[in-house]
């Protein structure tokens, strides 16, 4: 017992100062005045400029820093964890003077960005997804301004062969050309919909020859989510959508495999 106690105390000694420095604020220079990242607890961050907190999330990380003209510019990537959706950019900007300004305006894109630096602006691609054009932005001293949209495309030449290369998530089965291209031809109009109910997801199931990809639609699970089963062997694609309590699929459910349309009731039941 003694020794066990021991070894305790011992972790204890080593674990605090190493929670300690994990938890110490993170400073971020921009211009004249250093922000911080401030760990509350092990599931919220803040971004703080002195006592004013500018933002918080489950996790806060800095991005590029630019000076552009008269004002300096930041970006802070602020996950909500969880599969909820990816990352959004926070736009901080300050004067000359330390006034600190804070723009929230992309908080319910639930979608990729990637940030690139220039001498004096930042320039931030907005991925495109099924159904969604995204856009390229410039944030410079005289504001946001969107320079052009992108149109969501599978991967220029992917065939079927290319399905292992796209399990990672239930949208990436998009990237396959003839999965997209049969996926419009099922559900015409709601091609957009069903896809953007498939955007909170975990990896997609391998079952024999068959896939299968469940999600919900970010801000909106429980009340919109989707279905994606693929047929490897027979090249075919399945759809469902649950809206509001409501299932649709595409093709009727009798056409079906049997086992996918075992894995569409399971996924219907909730299961």
């Not at 605090?16 to 604020?25: G, H, S, T, V």
């Not at 001293?141 to 320079?147: A, I, S, T």
């Amino acid at each position: 017992m003694e020794l066990r106690a021991a070894l305790a105390l011992l972790f204890a000694l080593v674990a605090a100062p190493l929670a300690a420095q994990e938890n110490k604020p993170k400073p971020v220079a921009v211009g004249p005045v250093t922000l911080e990242i401030v760990a509350r607890s092990d599931t919220e961050q803040e971004l703080r400029h002195g006592a004013r907190v500018l933002a918080k999330d489950y996790r806060i990380e800095a991005g590029p820093v630019v000076k552009a003209g008269a004002v300096h510019i930041a970006l802070f990537d602020l996950w909500a964890g969880g599969n909820a959706c990816t990352a959004w950019p926070l736009i901080v900007t300050v004067d000359a003077a330390g006034k600190v300004m804070v723009d929230e305006r992309f908080e319910d894109e639930c979608r990729g960005f990637a940030p690139a630096a220039e001498a004096d602006a930042i320039v931030l691609v907005q991925r495109a997804f099924p159904g969604l054009d995204g856009a390229i932005w410039r944030i410079a001293e005289d504001g946001v301004k969107r320079l052009g949209k992108l149109v969501f495309e599978p991967q220029p030449g992917s065939t079927w062969a290319d399905l292992d290369k796209a399990l990672d998530h239930p949208t990436s089965l998009f990237e396959v050309a003839p999965v997209d291209a049969a996926a419009r031809r099922l559900a015409g109009q709601h091609y957009g919909e069903v896809a953007q109910a498939l955007s909170v997801a975990s990896p997609v199931a391998t079952r024999g020859r068959f896939l299968v990809g469940t999600g919900c639609r970010p801000h909106s699970c429980t009340i919109v989510e989707g279905f994606i089963g693929i047929d490897r062997e027979a090249k075919q694609v399945f759809l469902g959508l649950k809206k509001e309590g409501r299932f649709t699929s595409w093709p009727a459910l009798a056409r079906w495999p049997a086992d996918l349309r075992r894995d569409f009731e399971s996924w219907r039941k909730g299961r």
